[in-house]
């Protein structure tokens, strides 16, 4: 009986050591490393909690802005409302549709939310979007993050950015709805310049270093590409959450679906700014890599106090240097 089972033991062994063997030459494919390591490296960084923390606030602070946004184009209309831009987007019908267009209100009741609870939740939770989405970029590209007022500048340039493109491709969308063909094509083409533009520009603005823009492209192409798919299956699943959740919860239930939607979003962005860093070590090298930390550490470092300095270490004197 010992020895069948250390015979079995032996055959476990085998088959454990054949299976990292087996595991470790499909990871050496270019194809698959890099999708793996990106998702090491999400996990490394804490992207669940990174992505958790942007989905909280995006959906106290950008949801409500761009609801006010809308109003604002639609100059306080009383007869339209951001539910009826979301009816037609996701061509939603029936009980559904009820349900959402009675969820948000007219653009003529945004205009008293335009002067209060937004502009407040833009400057409490606004700025702390792209503050979290500053750490997700420095972990990982294992840089430094920057402090002080340069990093609330960069931090909301970056938000500017991000609700411009939002709104270019909200605005795109709904106006593509029954248009010619000619037309959707040529929204589609810019929708893909304008998120493979945001997607490019990102880390050097958010961490202030001089990356390559050529080693900087594939990453944000292959990040673009990735987004079609994401934002179809998240489409996708989102017309099927409106109703599933509005019938369950009503109006309560539109807002699950939609902190399920942005929390679909907010986790992709980590894992971009993961996968963009992983790109990157392997597009620039080793030398550049330790190059750009040691840039990072420089920028990010606190300013010292000079004066404070040489009372610590005053300079030395003549007789000083005559002793040496």
Same mark, same amino acid.
């Given at each position: ?94 009980? #559904? ?5 009675? #969820? ?52 909301? /340039? ?65 990040? #673009? ?81 000079? /004066? ?17």
């Amino acid at each position: 009986m010992e020895e069948n089972g250390h015979g079995r033991s032996r055959r476990f062994s085998k088959w454990i050591t054949r299976a990292r063997r087996y595991q470790q030459k499909v990871e050496r494919r270019r194809w698959v490393a890099f999708p793996i390591e990106s998702v090491r490296r999400f996990n490394r960084i804490e992207g669940k909690h990174l992505a958790l923390v942007i989905t909280v606030n995006i959906f106290v602070a950008i949801i409500p802005l761009i609801i006010v946004g809308y109003a604002l184009l639609e100059g306080f209309n009383p007869q339209r409302s951001f539910g009826g831009v979301i009816v037609e987007s996701f061509h939603l019908t029936g009980g #559904t549709a009820q349900v959402v267009q009675n #969820t948000f209100a007219t653009a003529k009741s945004g205009q008293s939310v335009a002067l209060s609870i937004s502009v407040i939740s833009l400057l409490i939770t606004g700025l702390d979007v792209s503050a979290t989405t500053q750490v997700a970029y420095a972990r990982a590209f294992t840089m430094t993050p920057l402090r002080g007022v340069q990093k609330y500048v960069r931090g909301g /340039a970056w938000l500017v950015l991000l609700l411009v493109s939002t709104g270019v491709t909200l605005t795109l969308r709904y106006l593509a709805a029954g248009r010619p063909l000619w037309f959707l094509l040529a929204a589609i083409v810019v929708l893909l310049a304008l998120e493979f533009g945001f997607f490019l520009v990102t880390p050097r603005l958010l961490l202030d270093l001089p990356f390559r823009w050529r080693d900087l492209v594939p990453g944000a192409a292959i990040c #673009t590409g990735a987004a079609i798919v994401v934002h179809a299956v998240a489409v996708f699943f989102l017309h099927r959450w409106f109703g599933a959740y509005g019938y369950a919860y009503g109006s309560f239930g539109i807002g699950l679906a939609l902190i399920a939607f942005v929390g679909i979003f907010a986790s992709f962005w980590v894992w971009i700014a993961a996968a963009m860093g992983v790109y990157w070590e392997h597009r620039a090298g080793p030398a550049a890599v330790a190059e750009m930390e040691e840039l990072s550490a420089g920028i990010s470092a606190p300013a010292h106090d000079q /004066a404070a300095d040489q009372t610590d270490h005053p300079p030395p004197t003549p007789a000083d240097r005559t002793q040496t």
